[in-house]
């Protein structure tokens, strides 16, 4: 694999990305909905700040969920179906590399896009924090500006690349609808993984548990990521389960690349 | 060294969903261009030329047999340095302009950085794309898109080309331009392989031809051979033919055929047309033409897929 040719692949990748409509739509979708939470927070006495940050972060996860799926799942199967990769593979260019630039260039978009409501976010957070008298402030158990929205939101951010590279993933051998709907199901299943290894409390069925075991050991952890509770509440983060889950990610990630390219570099491009 | 050559090259596709079975695209295809040649491969629709070329281009993988390109494999990254590609009815990124789409493509050839916007300007000027390389390619019609992809071959000034059905969606002075653009490819030394089912382009272009029909290689050979250079006969033309002229012609020709506003069309033996001209004068007739009629390369083609018909249907 060249370094230098993944580089360009991601390159191009990202200019097309951000010159689509698609992901700008969703970023000021995004927006408007963080607005719209900061209305809602004035409705709930007390628990104004909270609020606007639980729907700030739960909002960002979603649309950067949104982003991943749609442009993830079309970064390989749209190539193939309207036949561009045909100009692109004759050039010398291997197809581990163009698969890693692939998704180099969608979450360099994910960054950008991340990067662009995180701003929106805490200029909305710093209105907040001016429009707000200082008694009121006395009894929010975390600042307005609090620097651990950033964890929250870096955590964010490795689950949508683990997104990416799932849709990536599916997206080298199935339809985009298909990859679209696998893609979601993983992300379901990893959001709820904390509850499968748990099962055999919930159901009677061993064979159920064990399955549900099984499942939970196949499928990535996105649970341990997730720690908008513990910022939004002021709570303690738990960084060994937290910096277990990153690099159990991060493994998840190689292995869904590598199968990836091994799919790809054994395709027929007819 | 050759320009291409390929040793056996067989395609099997597996079709149908509940029980898959191969299905033979191509059939054990041997053949080599020279370098320098410019060598139209031939056939009619969904005879295997695109899948001879995604084979060459590695698109696909062979069921058997092998492929090589200036003396290396196929599968060799660094030997396509050295080739373009014009896909079938090319498609490109939306949202990029033709001048993004190009830098991008010279930046995979290593083209350094400051050579770059030359390079594609140069290219872009080439094939006839002017202001509109910075707009969207999603604007462009189908002609454009063409233009770009040819574009788009020859952006690293490959040894060889392949360009597969390079006239497609072209209007007449753009096939024109094409047809110029291939012949200074070769005047520079660049082997020029295409595929097409036009071939009167075939005809004005090429040195050699390979001509494959239902999947196998059915006939080919330098141009000038199988086009060959003796008269079979002679086409004339005539005008104001009076019943007089008539008798002549009818006494000489091989069959005279009747067209508008009292023309003739006359099929002449090979010998002495110009005896046949001076009667007709004679009788107050007016030459309007008179050609020689000699193998085409139609005559050849329609002749050599016929026969791949028939072998296949006796299988």
């Known amino acids: 694999m060249n370094v230098a040719a993944v580089r360009k692949v991601a390159v191009a990748v990202f200019r097309e990305s951000v010159r689509d409509r698609v992901p700008y739509s969703l970023v000021i979708f995004a927006v408007i909905l963080m607005a719209a939470s900061f209305l809602m927070s004035r409705l709930t006495a007390g628990q104004d700040l909270k609020v606007i940050k639980d729907l700030g972060l739960a909002t960002m996860n979603a649309i950067g969920l949104l982003i991943a799926i749609f442009i993830g799942t079309g970064l390989v199967a749209k190539e193939v179906e309207r036949r561009s990769i045909y100009a692109v593979l004759s050039k010398p260019l291997s197809r581990p590399s163009f698969i890693v630039g692939k998704y180099a260039g969608l979450v360099l978009t994910l960054v950008v896009n991340l990067a662009m409501m995180t701003l929106a976010f805490y200029a909305m957070l710093q209105y907040m924090h001016l429009t707000t008298d200082d008694w009121i402030k006395q009894g929010w158990r975390a600042p307005a500006l609090d620097p651990r929205l950033l964890v929250a939101i870096g955590l964010i951010g490795v689950q949508l690349m683990l997104t990416t590279a799932v849709a990536l993933f599916f997206s080298t051998f199935s339809t985009p609808m298909l990859s679209m709907l696998l893609t979601l199901a993983v992300w379901v299943a990893g959001q709820f993984s904390g509850d499968l290894r748990n099962f055999q409390a919930a159901v009677d069925s061993p064979a159920a548990a064990a399955i549900a075991r099984g499942l939970y050991y196949v499928l990535p952890n996105l649970d341990a990521l997730d720690v908008k509770n513990e910022v939004v509440h002021g709570l303690s983060i738990p960084w060994s389960a937290v910096g277990l889950g990153v690099a159990s990610i991060a493994a998840y990630i190689g292995v869904l690349l590598s199968g990836a390219v091994l799919i790809f570099n054994r395709r027929d491009f007819k | ?315």
């Open chain 2, 1 to 315: 060294m050759l320009a291409i050559e390929t040793e056996g090259l067989t395609k099997d596709y597996l079709v149908g969903f509940w029980r898959p079975r191969p299905y033979r695209a191509l059939h054990d295809l041997t053949l080599t261009v020279e370098r320098g040649d410019v060598f139209g491969f031939l056939g009619p629709n969904g005879a295997g030329k695109s899948t001879a070329i995604k084979l060459l281009m590695q698109l696909i993988y062979p069921t058997s047999g092998t492929a090589r390109i200036l003396g290396r494999p196929v599968g060799d990254v660094e030997m396509r340095r050295r080739i373009g590609f014009l896909p079938e009815n090319p498609s490109f990124y939306d949202y990029l302009t033709a001048e993004e789409l190009l830098t991008y493509f010279a930046s995979l050839f290593d083209v350094p950085a400051a050579e770059r916007a030359a390079r594609v300007s140069r290219v872009l000027d080439e094939v006839g794309i002017g202001a509109e390389r910075r707009m969207r390619l999603r604007s462009y019609s189908k002609g454009m898109v063409q233009r770009v992809g040819i574009a788009q071959a020859i952006i690293n000034d490959p040894d060889v080309v392949f360009f597969d059905e390079p006239m497609s969606g072209l209007d007449p002075l753009g096939r024109r331009d094409v047809r110029q653009l291939l012949l200074r490819l070769r005047d520079r030394g660049c082997t020029v392989f295409f595929s097409s089912h036009i071939l009167s382009d075939a005809e004005a272009l090429c040195s050699r031809v390979a001509i494959i029909a239902q999947g196998r290689l059915a006939g080919g050979g330098r141009l000038s051979d199988i086009v060959g250079v003796d008269v079979l006969g002679w086409e004339l033309i005539a005008d104001g033919v009076t019943p007089a002229g008539l008798d002549v012609l009818r006494a000489r020709a091989r069959q005279v055929t009747p067209l508008h506003d009292g023309r003739y069309s006359v099929d002449l033996p090979p010998d002495g047309p110009e005896a046949t001209v001076h009667a007709l004068s004679a009788a107050g007739g007016r030459v309007v033409s008179l050609n020689p009629v000699r193998h085409t390369l139609e005559d050849y083609f329609v002749q050599h897929v016929a026969q791949a018909a028939t072998r296949e249907a006796a299988l």
